[in-house]
Nanobody
Framework: VQLQASGGGLVQTGGSLSLSCATS????????MGWFRQAPGKVREFVAA????????IHADSVKGRFTISRDNAKNTVYLQMNSLKSEDTAVYYC???????????????????WGQGTQVTVSS
């Protein structure tokens, strides 16, 4: 299983970015997919996750109302639309594959077994 995150970059406060995570290898269409982020000197934190059908999502309180996770199983791609970006959103963003089942719709880091390489998002004030 390979996960390739892309779409990061430099954006001003209040701007928007859309991240993509392309998956390959053993199909990920039946698995929970998630986004995490890690700022310099901080632990990796949960951002959002989505079920295999896309019908259920969860978002961290810090991004709720601003970020939206979605997926297109036909394209084996998961997205993270980020709006109203703040300086504290600056981090490396990682996509990850979780388990197969609704009980795996969680923000727990240990529930995700495959990780992409990360894409840098920098929000300037």
């Amino acid at each position: 299983v390979q996960l390739q995150a892309s779409g990061g970059g430099l954006v001003q406060t209040g701007g928007s970015l859309s991240l993509s995570c392309a998956t390959s290898g053993r199909t990920s269409s039946s698995y929970i997919m998630g986004w995490f982020r890690q700022a310099p000197g901080k632990v990796r934190e949960f951002v959002a996750a989505i079920t295999w059908s896309g019908g259920r999502t969860i978002h961290a309180d810090s991004v709720k109302g601003r970020f939206t996770i979605s997926r297109d199983n036909a394209k084996n791609t998961v997205y993270l639309q980020m709006n109203s970006l703040k300086s504290e959103d600056t981090a490396v963003y990682y996509c990850a594959r979780g388990g197969s089942g609704l009980s795996y719709l969680t923000g727990s880091y240990s529930s995700y077994d495959y990780w992409g390489q990360g894409t840098q998002v920098t929000v300037s004030s």
